[in-house]
């Protein structure tokens, strides 16, 4: 009995080592299996975060174009959460045109005439159809030039404009051609090209247009003087076959004039010069009129002739020309063209002329107010009343 007791209590003891192990056992494989079964519910690999996308405004200041148009478009309409910014929209848009973009180019020169930078500027409208033009639309060309025409921007805007506008005097447009005449006469955007400039007033002369008559008229009548040849034989003239090749300076016609040849003063535009100017002032051009009137009293550019002088100058200050008018009232005064001095006709002329702003003729009426009597001032009064 003492023996089997013994065992028994030694096996008890053996039981109790066992559980306790069980359960040290399962104390620390629990966690690691709960840990096994989380890791292969995770993926193998781990997703990066994606960046965030930049904002319309952040590419437009990193120098996207396309974001820089459409980004002054948001600020422009107020559109999409962006408050309207007409300003900052103009900024933005001319940055994006400057870079080549040309419908930014068209939203400026449309924005500006409409007014919706602030008040409408068509000069400014003027520049940006012509940017729109330059990068090669064809519209904003046509635009440019039509306010060009119009009067609306004072330039060209350089070779370009002028290009276009050749194509367009090729379609027979007067106001085209014209319009090049001056740019080629007075170097607006271009070198000037005297020659190129008749040759447009001529074309443009020839259809009829008064203006183009005139412009063609006063270039070819202020041509410099140019140097001929003659013979001293009058009766070797008819054989003369160089009478027509002019020197530019006396010297040069001199050195071959030989010793049977003297030297003739020649403005080889004075003929028609005079004609051109003579078949606009017909038409009623004042300036025209003014400028055959002084031409023959001066006897430079022609030769002179008061009559002549005295009809045109008429003709020019009935037309309103101030300068014609106190022309008038200066020869009146001195009774030159007429069969003694006249102090009314002279006064209403002066009169005429200071009413239209000439200060000079201002000047000379009151001069001549003060050798009047008053019987000539009140009639001179009333005529310059009545003509007014």
Do not use: C
Request: proline fraction near 4%.
């Amino acid at each position: 009995m003492r023996l089997q007791f013994n065992t028994f209590h030694e096996s008890a003891d053996s039981m109790r080592i066992a559980v306790a192990l069980l359960a040290l056992a399962a104390s620390v494989s629990g966690p690691a299996l709960a840990q096994e079964k989380i890791a292969a519910k995770a993926p193998s690999t781990a997703k990066a975060a994606s960046p965030a996308k930049p904002s319309l405004s952040q590419l437009a200041a990193e120098g996207d174009v396309q974001a820089q148009f459409d980004w002054g478009q948001l600020l422009l309409k107020g559109a999409k959460g962006v408050k309207k910014n007409p300003a900052q929209a103009q900024d933005w848009l001319a940055l994006a045109a400057s870079n080549g973009h040309v419908e930014a180019a068209i939203a400026l020169a449309q924005g500006f005439e409409k007014g919706l930078f602030g008040k409408a500027d068509m000069a400014e409208a003027a520049n940006w159809w012509y940017r729109a033009g330059d990068l090669g639309n064809e519209t904003a060309r046509q635009r440019f030039l039509s306010l060009y025409l119009d009067g609306q921007t004072a330039s060209v805007g350089g070779p370009a404009g002028v290009r276009w506008l050749e194509q367009q005097a090729t379609a027979n447009d007067s106001r085209a051609i014209l319009a090049l005449g001056r740019i080629y006469e007075f170097g607006d955007g271009i070198v000037v090209d005297h020659a190129k400039a008749q040759a447009w007033y001529r074309i443009a002369a020839l259809a009829g247009n008064v203006d183009a008559q005139y412009r063609l008229g006063s270039m070819l009548l202020a041509e410099p003087a140019a140097w001929r040849l003659l013979f001293k034989d009058v009766s070797r003239e008819k054989d003369n076959t160089e009478r027509d090749n002019f020197y530019p300076t006396r010297d040069a016609a001199q050195a071959a004039a030989g010793n049977d040849r003297w030297v003739d003063i020649m403005r080889p535009g004075m003929l028609h010069g005079e004609y051109w100017l003579t078949r606009a002032a017909l038409r009623g051009h004042p300036q025209a009129a003014l400028t055959l009137g002084e031409a023959y009293l001066q006897g430079r550019d022609l030769p002179f002739d008061l009559s002549q002088a005295v009809r045109w100058l008429s003709v020019s200050a009935l037309a309103g020309e101030p300068r014609a008018m106190k022309e008038l009232a200066d020869l009146a005064a001195m009774g030159q063209g007429l069969f003694a001095p006249d102090p009314i006709r002279a006064w209403v002329n002066y009169d005429l002329a200071a009413a239209a702003g000439m200060k000079e003729a201002e000047e000379s009426r009151d001069k001549l107010g003060k050798t009047m009597n008053q019987r000539q001032l009140n009639r001179s009064r009333q005529i310059a009343a009545d003509l007014k």
